[in-house]
């Protein structure tokens, strides 16, 4: 089992930048895949991010060039940059671990991009 905390979501303006992070509460560094998904009301959950031990990453088309994962496997943490925010991002973020015992999801952490 591992657990997962988010944090650093909150408001932002149009334009501007949070920075989400996501603690493990053990060694991530045998979990193959972290990752960040996002869920609006009324729609279905999504991937937003995801990377691999190593550091290869895979962002989502809606994202890409805006949000940028990353991972510190020393830290034990997975962090979500999002920059150029807009009011489509709004969402409930949630940090996801994939490993051989199965998924591992976090409580999330609300982001609201709204002027």
């Known amino acids: 089992q591992v657990q997962l905390v988010e944090s650093g979501g909150g408001l932002v303006q149009p334009g501007g930048s949070l920075r989400l992070s996501c603690a493990a509460s053990?060694?991530?560094?045998?979990?193959?895949?972290m990752g960040w998904y996002r869920q609006a009301p009324g729609k279905q959950r999504e991937l937003v991010a995801r990377?691999?031990?190593?550091?290869?990453?895979l962002h989502a088309d809606s994202v890409q060039g805006r949000f940028f994962i990353s991972r510190d496997n020393a830290k034990n943490t997975v962090d979500l940059q999002m920059n150029s925010l807009q009011p489509e991002d709004t969402a409930v973020y949630y940090c996801?671990?994939?490993?051989?015992?199965?998924?591992?999801w976090g409580q999330g952490t609300q982001v609201t991009v709204s002027s």
């Open positions: 996801h671990a994939l490993d051989r015992l199965g998924p591992y």
């Open positions: 053990r060694s991530i560094f045998s979990i193959g895949t």
């Open positions: 990377i691999t031990t190593d550091g290869r990453a």
